[in-house]
Every structure is written in C-alpha cells, then in structure tokens.
C-alpha cells in the first residue's frame, strides 16, 4: 500500500505489520522519516516538520538522515553514489517528480544529463520493502564509481547489535551478533562471486529475542562482489549502505543513452524476533524470489562424494539402481562426465561427454536413469576453463588476464570473461547444445575459484567486467531457463560460495557447503535458516566416518535427521552400503517424503540452537507440524530438557503419528515435547497432526 500526500512530497509505503516513509524537502533533500511498525500519512507529515538538528559547522545535519546520500554538498557520510564526469565529481540533483505503479514507487531526480531514479518496491503480503536504483545517462560519458542500491537508516536507539554470517570453504554461513560501536563494519566480497566469508544480509537489534523483539534486515540480490558497510555516525544513527562492487575504484562507464540499474537491496522490519524475520524472509522469498517455490524439490542422489573423478557409465548407472531402489528421485552426476576431465587438472571448458567414459554420450545414462523412474541431472562449471583444455587452446584471450602478468590458477583453472560477448554466445551454445543432447532434468552449476587477474586488455574500461560477468552470467541462466523451462537448477560455489537473492532468483536449490558432517551442518543450516528457507537448502547424507572433513563417525539416523532439516539428498558410495544400511536409508527416504511439504514450505521455529548439546527446529503447516531434534553428547546421565513448541494452537490437541499419543497444544508451547534422545549423536523426527 501506498500514501502519497497532497504536495506529493512525502510517501509512506506500508506492507501487514510496518511502513516505511520518505519526503522530498523544498530544498530537494530526500530525506528518510521512518522505517518501523504501521504508520500513517499523517504521522509522517508530522515527522517531516520536525526540524533537522542544527548543528556546529563540524557535522552535517543531513548526515544519517538521508535516503540515498550521493558524493558532494554538506555530507560527510559514505556516499552512495559517487560519479564523475570529464568536468565535474559528484552530485548535485533536483527533484523532478514521481510515479507510483503496481505498489512500486519511483522518485525521479536529475542532475544535468545523469538521470537518477531511486525505486521502492513493497509487494501486498510481505514487510520486505525492496529497493534499487537506475541510472540514465543523457550526455557524455559518466563513470560511475559507485552506485549502490540503497542506503537504510535506522531510527534513534541506544545501543545496536549486529548479526552477520561468517564463513570459509567448508564452514559458511555461521551465525556471528556482536555489539556495534562508532563507525563503520564493512563486509563484502572482492572475490568476483558472493564468497564465502560473508552471505550479503545483515541484522540489527537492540534486545530482540529469537521469539521477540524488533528486528531490521538487509540482504542484497548480486552474485558478484559487494559491500555492505553498516555505520554508527557520531550522533549514534545507524545507516545501513550496500551494493554492487567492493571498493570505489570505478563500477562501470556510462556512455551517451546508457543506463545502469542496480541490484535489489532488500529490507525488512519485524518486531517478531529473530524467529519472526526469518519467517518474514523465508515467505518472501518463497512468493517472489525462488522460481516455482510451491513445488517441492526432490530428493537427489549425486555422485561426487562417492566417486570424485574416477567415474564411468556402468558405476554411474550401478549407483543409480541403488539410488532409485532406496526412493532417491533425481540422479546427478557430478565432476568427470567431460572433456578430459579425469582429474581437476583438465578438461573445464570442453562440455561434450567424455568418449571414453560415455561413449554413446549421456543420453545412454539419461534413459536409463528415467527408466529407474528418475530425473537426471549433470555438474557443469561453465565459467571456467583449465588451460589443458581444447577451449583454452584455441582461446587463450578469452580469459580474465592483466596484459604482461602470470595468470594466477587456482584448482588449475582460470576464469572466463564472461563480459565478451563471444564467450557468452559460446557458452549458450554449448550448454544448450548440452541440454539438448540428452533427457536432462537437473543443473548443478559450480563455480570453483575466485577472480584474481580480473583483466579485460582490448577493453576501453576492463573495470566493468566484475559487473558485466554477473549480469552475463544472469543473463546466460535466464535464457537457457526460458529454452529449458523443465531443467532445474542448482547454484553452488564451492559449497556455499554463491548464495544471494540474485542467484536465488534465477536457480531453484543451492547447495549450502562442502561439509556433509551432519554436526558441522547444523550450524551452518543454522546461520542459513537465518535468512533463507528449507526449500533450497542442498543436504546431502555421506559416509561415515566423514571423508570430506574431519573422519567424524556417526549413525545413519544422525546424518538423515540432520539433512532432512533441508531438500534431502543422498551422496554416498552406495555401493559400500550394506543391505542393512540401504534398508534404513529407504525407510528414512520415505519419511521424509511424508514430512517434506512442511518441511520445504512449512514456518521454521528453531527451538534451540546448535551450540548446545540439545538442538532443534520445528516446522509448522497448516495442521501439521515436525519436530528434527539433535542431541551432540549426553553429559552425566541426565535426561535431555522437554522442547517447548511455538506456532501451534493452545486450545487444540496434537496427535504424534508414530506412536498415536495425544498432546495438548498447550502443553506442548508452555511445558514441551519430551523427546527420549541418548548418548552421542541422537537425533529423532517427530511428526504431529492437530486433531
Ligand atoms: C565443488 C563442489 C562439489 C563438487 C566439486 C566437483 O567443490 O562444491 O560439490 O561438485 O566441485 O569438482
């Protein structure tokens, strides 16, 4: 909804439970007013007359205060935009109107022939205000230097707590709160992709509890490099900044007609605690971002624990029997299909079947698959290429390299630039041709090392590749997406490394981390769940003891428990599994079919976190509602405390499907489900139906 008062200079935006309102003053400041629970017009206009403070000559009042502060005039604080002409830097603009459209609002505003347009964007049934901004370039060249997508301010408090997610390869998305102080934390990533050291959202809070309290969250849609920096200014206002790019060191040239629309940075106010954002996320995210989310994923089987490089037609189709017979749905290979792809050494650019491994191509495999009554899927890496390759060979310049330099290698391979348009024709070329070639239902889609030598020698302004990589990669899954509406995909990075609303918005899972150690999972799940939903959260259950990782042994029940949590996979050497084992799993397969649309689209209460000995989360449906329980270690005997329920009915009573005992819903919230967990590495599912 939308309230635009009669001089048409102040908006106040307002979604089920918050508003969030701007005014445009006689001297074109846009100023922000509020971010918060409901409002009206009229409160707004009466926040708009409150004076600014004033100041001695060392701050600036506008500081803190405004919407989108740009480079230039009486500002000290981190611009949002910074640009620069042969003649002048900066910005100095005029307010030129607005448009209000399908609940998106435009604030227009000029300076000289650089047309900058802030838009605002909030759907009916969701407190997530949107936000982005266009620049539309008249006259000559402008570079951009920075451009981010929106500035958040937060209203007058105290003290703040910041929650970030953490990371490495192998560790991502660990959840981090920590008080802020004056300022600035800066969190980003310079690495060409989203990274895993950081996913790109942010918390802020002042006593929120994981049940209550206020919460604000920003999380931005790009997959390349970014930066959010979140300040406490001198006078303790908080503002929130981030966008597209890590530094200041030029984001792109905008020539004569030329625009440039950022990223989405999106936010959210919630005054249902940490719990409550998330839920607030996740339903977002699942209405507007993730294609076709009201579709379960099925569960898949993928190759790579099991088998790494050393694969060939007649294993893959040995694991698929297994697979299929244990009720898996979807078959992915992974790694070593290609190419000359035996070992990461070679073969990355070169996407036809490997004749020696699949000597009728994959459509052999592919049929066979869909005759065991599953989808197929394939790994592909598309924007890299190992220099041991027939691409590389005929294409040594298509590469990110900086004239005169060693080209940096990583996993032995270099990065595409994915900015030529001759590299993107190919790539189309080849991964339609790909999709075409054979029944394939399913895209891994990996990105296996960082930009280093981000080069561009024939270009006039190679500075632009770190954007027109992203937006040629997003270009590349929304046409082959179009081609292929049934191919689903998965974005993965290394595990972790690439996970975002942007990437969100065009794949259907991503996978969550390398780390298949179902306890280190549970935290980084943990971190993940702060923002994003079960139903794209990649888990797979591997051997044990955990080969990848740490040699860490545990039951079959621990591992299956722990990647139920998420869109259940299997990715262990099944042909080591024994009868027993391969009976278990099925049994285990087949229940988390029964529990996965509360589990993919159900609200997620996390009952308590996984630093604990005892953790769990909860998920609630309609009248159904599971409970996944974790005990790390029993300590001194004592039996594991009863866990309290949230989302249920107090009045109504609860039916536990397993053993038909009937608990009240009241009970339950204020007292607890007893679950009988013992020992090390416990874990139980607990199904309940409201009867
Ligand atoms: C990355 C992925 C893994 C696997 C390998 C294959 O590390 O995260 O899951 O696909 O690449 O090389």
């Not at 005039?73 to 900066?90: D, H, K, N, Q, Y």
């Not at 440039?260 to 996320?281: E, H, I, Q």
């Not at 009863?642 to 009970?667: F, I, M, N, Q, W």
């Amino acid at each position: 909804m939308l309230d635009i008062s009669e001089d048409g200079r102040t908006w106040v935006l307002s979604g089920p439970a918050s508003s969030y309102a701007v005014h445009v003053t006689d001297r074109d400041e846009l100023l922000h007013l509020h971010w918060g629970a409901r409002i009206g017009l009229a409160d707004a206009e009466a926040l708009a007359v409150r004076p600014l403070p004033d100041y001695w000559p060392f701050e600036s009042p506008l500081d803190g205060r405004e919407e989108y502060p740009v480079e230039g005039g009486p500002r000290f604080a981190r611009p949002a935009l910074s640009v620069r002409t042969g003649e002048r830097r900066g910005t100095e603009w005029t307010y030129e109107g607005h448009d209000a459209e399908d609940g998106e609002l435009r604030l227009r505003f000029r300076d000289g022939d650089l047309a900058v347009t802030l838009h605002y964007r909030m759907r009916s049934s969701t407190d997530v205000v949107e936000r982005w901004v266009t620049l539309d370039n008249h006259g000559p060249a402008v570079e951009v230097l920075r451009a981010d997508s929106a500035t958040w301010t937060l209203p007058d408090r105290d003290t703040w707590r910041l929650s970030q997610l953490h990371g490495r390869w192998g560790a991502e998305s660990r959840l981090e709160r920590s008080a802020l102080t004056h300022g600035e934390k800066v969190i980003g990533s310079r690495r060409g992709h989203t990274g895993h050291q950081h996913l790109p959202w942010v918390a802020l809070d002042t006593d929120a509890t994981e049940e209550r309290g206020e919460v604000y969250g920003c999380a931005l849609g790009w997959s390349g490099s970014w930066r959010i920096a979140v300040a406490q200014l001198p006078d303790a206002r908080v503002q929130i900044t981030g966008g597209a790019g890590y530094d200041d060191s030029g984001l792109l040239m905008l020539g004569t007609g030329e625009s440039y629309t950022t990223p989405v940075f999106a936010g959210l106010w919630t005054d249902g605690g940490y719990g409550g954002a998330s839920r607030a996320w996740h339903a977002y995210q699942r209405a507007y971002v993730i294609p076709g989310a009201d579709q379960d994923r099925p569960v898949l089987f993928n190759s790579w624990e099991a088998t790494e490089f050393d694969i060939s037609e007649e294993q893959q189709r040995a694991l698929a029997e297994r697979a299929a017979a244990m009720g898996v749905e979807l078959f992915v290979v992974d790694d070593g299909w290609f190419g000359t792809r035996t070992s990461d050494r070679a073969g990355l650019g070169d996407w036809t079947p490997n004749p020696d491994r699949f000597p009728g191509g994959l459509k052999p495999l592919a049929e066979h698959v869909h005759g065991l009554g599953m989808q197929f899927g394939i790994w592909v890496e598309p924007e890299m290429v190992n220099p041991d390759s027939d691409l590389y060979r005929a294409h040594p310049d298509w590469v990110q390299y900086q004239p005169g330099r060693k080209r940096t290698e990583f996993r032995n391979q270099l990065v595409l630039n994915l900015a030529r348009v001759d590299v993107q024709e190919y790539l189309w070329e080849q991964l339609d041709g790909l999709l075409s070639s054979a029944p394939i239902d399913y895209v891994k889609w990996d990105f296996n090392r960082c930009f280093t030598d981000a080069g561009w020698p024939d270009d006039p302004y190679p500075q632009r590749l770190w954007v027109d990589h992203v937006r040629a990669l997003y270009a590349l899954l929304d046409r082959l997406r179009a081609a292929h509406p049934g191919v689903a995909f998965e974005s993965c990075s290394g595990g972790g490394g690439r996970i975002d609303l942007g990437v969100l918005g065009r794949t259907d899972q991503v996978w969550t981390s390398d780390n298949t150690d179902p306890l280190d999972r549970l935290a980084i799940q943990h971190g993940f769940s702060q923002i994003h939903p079960a139903r794209v959260m990649a888990a797979w259950v591997t051997d044990s003891p955990n080969a990848m990782l740490n040699q860490r042994a545990s039951s079959l029940r621990f591992r299956f428990v722990s990647a139920m949590a998420g869109v259940l996979g299997v990715g262990g050497d099944l042909t080591k599994w024994t009868e027993r084992e391969l009976a278990e799993a099925r049994d285990w397969v087949e229940l988390y079919k029964e529990i996965r649309p509360v589990v993919q689209r159900g609200e997620l209460h996390r009952l308590r976190p996984p630093e604990g000995g005892l953790s769990a989360v909860q998920y609630v449906l309609g009248d159904e509602s599971v409970v996944l329980a974790w005990l790390q270690a029993q300590r001194y005997g004592e039996p594991v405390p009863a866990l309290r329920l949230r989302g249920l009915d107090p009045s109504a009573s609860y039916e536990c499907l397993k053993t038909g005992e009937v608990h009240r819903g009241a009970v339950l919230l204020h007292h607890g489900l007893r679950v009988g967990l013992r020992g090390d590495l416990d874990a139980t599912v607990v199904r309940l139906k409201r009867k």
